[in-house]
């Protein structure tokens, strides 16, 4: 049997390419290293909590097409992510907003926190932020980035703020209203029965086999199929010829609990630098669960090797370089088509693997919508 497109990874990305082309009759085969569907925005059933085992997934966008498309596949539920931040058992609400700026200083009004703000940034000496340190003060002031955002951010990214790049925190709104809200994007939610259930709609009636290490058994995989579409770690691909990228790992610590209410929220942020896991994740809160235990995880940042799982690409001016080297390469293999987080070595959120998956299978077909 041979297939126009073997697909490499059955998370987001794989599932969204491989359900369009199947659609338009193309002959698919789907393959995945692990032994389960879904990639990192896997979820299974515990105590009849939908547990998301690589990290919290909180499906959001602005993008209506995109909205529209997901919901074809699942029910999405009306979260709303509002985290909280613990610094030393003082609770913050995040993102940074009035609640958060009148716990910090006192302050009532919008006016009074942005002159509370404008005062901390002057007292810096900050005109044009080089880097996330600054870029962190620029946006709430010296008390924020020190309670808040220095000690989370050098525990998630493994590196000292003057050495990131400020995009990373031009994420997360400031907002002078009381808005916990931590997304800005008008579409919001999580699916219904979890994002196992809605990726293997998108894979209905594709073949799909679990457990099988692509770039162990290549030469046999290439021969099965016209074009590869990989979403594995665009260096792996090529053997690390010119030495890794970087990327941070994430390892979870999951506990049963015996109580239906262990921190009244979906995440709690730990931003303080010697609690060693950024956060703990109550995962029942996500659905508004009231099951008679909980589930919760901590989650623990690492710096990668190469072998390990890659979570999050640490994009900055070394890997910058490098991933255009690697890029080069890739164009040069004509039948072979890089896509995902991994594959184009991008910070994507969910919603954006789902539009380049789309805009990626669309051009492949020459389709118009
Ligand atoms: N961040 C922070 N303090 C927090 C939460 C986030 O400083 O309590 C910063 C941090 O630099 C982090 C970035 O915001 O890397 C993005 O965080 P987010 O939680 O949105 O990232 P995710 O892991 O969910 O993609």
């Known amino acids: 049997m041979r297939y126009d497109y073997v697909i490499v990874g059955a998370g987001l990305y794989g599932a969204v390419f491989a359900h369009e082309a199947h659609k338009k009759g193309k ?82 009004t919008p006016r ?20 996330l340190e600054e870029q962190a003060i620029a946006l709430v002031g010296t008390d924020i980035y020190e309670k808040l955002i220095k000690g989370y951010t050098e525990k998630q990214w493994g590196r000292p703020c ?37 990726v293997e709609k998108l894979l209905e009636g594709i073949e799909v086999r679990l457990g099988v290490d692509f770039l162990q058994e290549r030469e046999r995989y290439c021969a099965l199929g016209d074009r590869i579409v990989f979403t594995g770690c665009i260096d792996a691909y090529f053997g690390y010829c010119y030495g890794p990228l970087q990327y941070r790992n994430v390892r979870f610590e999951t506990e049963v609990l015996d109580i239906p209410n262990y921190q009244g929220n979906a995440v709690i942020n730990y931003t303080d630098r010697e609690t060693p896991y950024t956060r703990v994740i109550e995962h029942k809160h996500f659905a508004f669960g009231k099951q008679p235990k909980t589930v919760i995880s901590r989650e623990y940042s690492a710096e990668w090797q190469v072998g390990e799982e890659a979570y999050y690409p640490v994009q900055n001016e070394e890997t910058g370089a490098l991933y255009a080297r690697y ?3 890739a164009a040069k293999e004509k039948n072979v088509l890089f896509g995902g987080r991994l594959g184009e070595f991008q910070y994507y959120d969910m919603d954006k693997v789902i539009a380049r998956a789309l805009e990626a299978v669309r051009a492949e077909l020459g389709l118009t919508e």
Request: charged letters at 20%; hydrophobic letters at 35%.
């Open 27 to 108: 002959r698919c085969l789907v393959l995945d290293r692990r032994d389960h569907v879904a990639g990192n925005v896997y979820t299974e059933e515990v105590e009849g909590i939908q547990v998301h085992r690589y990290g919290a997934h909180i499906f959001h966008t602005s993008d209506p097409a995109v909205w529209a498309y997901v919901n074809r596949f699942a029910t999405f539920n009306h979260y709303i992510n509002a985290p909280v931040a613990n610094y030393k058992g003082e609770l913050y609400n995040l993102p940074f907003n009035m609640n958060t700026f009148n716990r910090m200083w006192g302050v009532i």
């Open 162 to 198: 003057t050495e990131l790049s400020p995009s990373i925190i031009k994420r997360l709104p400031v907002r002078m209203t009381f808005d916990n809200n931590y997304f800005n994007d008008p579409y919001q939610g999580i699916p219904e029965g979890g994002y196992t259930a809605m």
């Open 112 to 131: 009074e926190a942005e002159e509370k703000i404008r005062s901390q940034i002057a007292a810096a000496g900050i005109t044009a932020p080089r880097n």
């Open 327 to 329: 890029r080069s390469l």
